[in-house]
């Protein structure tokens, strides 16, 4: 069974940059696609970067340009890498798959808190 282990989070000024990780038990490589995804409070959890195995990347329009996820196979992590951060990229950033291309989603982990204030 997947595990997910995500960590990196924490305050950070506006303009910043954090590096997220999320560590998948088990082999990465198996699996086709890895995404980050962020839920503010009152807020539903919305899908922010995915990685397809081949390494093809995709962006929701409030982070692109700015974001960039990435996976290394022999780590069994996925990355994800904010620059320029925003007070609205405040929230709880999670890792699992991808519903378009997988039936069903892993075990949620814990996430991961990032807070962007003054």
């Known amino acids: 069974q997947v595990q997910l282990v995500e960590s990196g989070g924490g305050l950070v000024q506006p303009g910043g940059s954090l590096r997220l990780s999320c560590v998948v038990s088990?082999?990465?490589?198996?699996?086709?696609?890895m995404g980050w995804y962020r839920q503010a409070p009152g807020k539903q959890r919305e899908l922010v970067a995915t990685?397809?195995?081949?390494?093809?990347?995709n962006y929701a329009d409030s982070v692109k340009g700015r974001f960039t996820i990435s996976r290394d196979g022999a780590k069994n992590t996925v990355y994800l890498q904010m620059n320029s951060l925003k007070p609205e990229d405040t929230a709880v950033y999670y890792c699992?798959?991808?519903?378009?291309?997988?039936?069903?989603?892993?075990?949620w982990g814990q996430g991961t808190q990032v807070t962007v204030s003054s």
């Open positions: 088990g082999s990465i490589s198996s699996i086709y696609v």
């Open positions: 699992n798959t991808d519903l378009r291309y997988e039936l069903r989603y892993f075990a």
């Open positions: 990685i397809l195995r081949g390494g093809s990347t």
